[in-house]
């Protein structure tokens, strides 16, 4: 390893996605989720550590199924503080048409959700690198 600086903690490494192993490179191509089709693009090592980022493992066939069952949680994620906010004494009701409340966290929710969705697919795919490779494994 280049650098000098302590290894970040596992949660403000994988929230800032950084590679598993080293916990210091940035893992994506880009810094920014622009262009879109690059979005979840990751370099193929880490520049710090040559982790490999991209291997059968993460990037097979059930990919897509994993990345999508992530993507379902960490939207689930979204959806319950949203939920407290509109709903805080617990008296949301589906069919009361006078409370209006119910289509106000629906529409939030959803406008959350599809605004959040490029960091959502990034944060599946850091959740994902961080299940399959542990810390300090380009060492071994
Ligand atoms: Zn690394």
Request: charged fraction near 15%; proline fraction near 5%; include cysteine.
């Amino acid at each position: 390893m280049s650098s000098q600086t302590p290894p970040k903690g596992i949660l403000s490494a994988m929230f800032g996605m950084r590679c598993p192993s080293c916990r210091k490179s940035f893992v994506f191509k880009n810094r920014s989720i622009f262009p879109f089709s690059q979005t979840t693009a990751l370099k193929e090592t880490c520049e710090e550590c040559g982790q490999k980022l991209i291997s059968e493992k993460n990037n097979g066939a059930g990919m897509n199924y994993a990345l999508t069952m992530v993507i379902f949680l960490l939207n689930i994620i979204w959806f319950v503080p949203l939920y407290k906010y509109f709903d805080p004494h617990k008296e949301l009701h589906w069919y009361d048409s006078a409370d209006q409340s119910v289509w106000w966290y629906l529409g939030t929710s959803t406008f959350v959700v599809v605004v959040m969705q490029p960091w959502l697919m990034r944060m599946s795919r850091m959740v994902y690198l961080y299940l399959y490779v542990g810390f300090g494994a380009s060492e071994n």
